[in-house]
């Protein structure tokens, strides 16, 4: 069982910042893929930025990629999620997820894939 919980979000104008943290619970952190996903208002949850267990590997959703960085400390158990850069549309509730990994497929891209998932944290960008 992983616990997992988010911080980071709140209020921020257009072109700001802010990073995002996942802290999970347990001692197995670094078995586990991680991902951060996001939901706005009326549509359906969606990719932002995955990483492998190690943190060598790494995607990003095509509306993010160039502007956020995830990344992983294992010995901290969190995961997280710069962002820059930011415009109006990334406004919505990102949440963070575990996945269970392999060698053979090390990120996960779907959200059926995670097994456990945090509370969500609220990103809302001015413009």
């Known amino acids: 069982q992983v616990q997992l919980v988010e911080s980071g979000g709140g209020l921020v104008a257009a072109g700001g910042s802010l990073r995002l943290s996942c802290a999970a619970s347990g001692r197995t952190f670094s078995t586990y893929a991680m991902g951060w996903f996001r939901q706005a208002p009326g549509k359906e949850r969606e990719l932002v930025a995955v990483?492998?267990?190690?943190?060598?590997?790494?995607y990003y959703g095509d509306s993010v990629r160039g502007r956020f960085t995830i990344s992983r400390d294992n010995a901290k158990n969190t995961v997280y999620l710069q962002m820059n850069s930011l415009k109006p549309e990334d406004t919505a509730v990102y949440y963070c997820?575990?996945?269970?990994?392999?060698?053979?497929?090390?990120?996960?891209?779907?959200?059926?894939?995670?097994?456990?998932w945090g509370q969500g944290t609220q990103v809302t960008v001015s413009s």
């Open positions: 990483i492998s267990r190690s943190g060598s590997t790494n």
């Open positions: 997820a575990a996945a269970t990994a392999t060698a053979g497929f090390p990120i996960k891209f779907r959200t059926y894939e995670y097994d456990y």
